[in-house]
């Protein structure tokens, strides 16, 4: 496979993921944390990081509305949910430091 289509197909899979996020409003941030180590918040960031890599100032804001689909602000008021204490529990212990 070639350079250019392997990063063809890797922007469709990260579309795909993203695309699949933002449908899963139920599914909560923590709960993504808490089961694979990663959240919409963690994708956003890593997305302008690699925008910072290349000269773009995308912004911490810019970045979480592209992952998000609209600003992170109206998103948390639409479908966060307050952590469980579960939640909150397993949280603190995947994330102890070792």
């Given amino acids: 496979m070639d350079e250019q289509t392997q990063l063809e ?6 579309r795909r993921l993203r695309d699949h996020l933002r449908e899963r409003t139920d ?5 993504l944390m808490n089961l694979s180590g990663f959240c919409r918040n963690c994708l956003s960031r890593w997305y302008d990081e690699a925008a910072a890599e290349r000269g773009i100032d995308l912004g911490k ?3 979480r509305e ?3 689909g609209m600003p992170f602000n109206e998103w948390k008021a ?3 949910t307050e952590a ?4 909150k ?6 994330h102890k430091e070792s």
């Fill in 9 to 14: 197909l890797e922007a469709a899979a990260f």
């Fill in 27 to 31: 599914v909560q941030n923590i709960d």
């Fill in 61 to 63: 804001d810019a970045a």
């Fill in 66 to 68: 592209i992952v998000y």
């Fill in 78 to 80: 639409k479908y966060q």
């Fill in 84 to 87: 469980s204490a579960e939640q």
């Fill in 89 to 94: 529990a397993a949280f603190a212990e995947s």
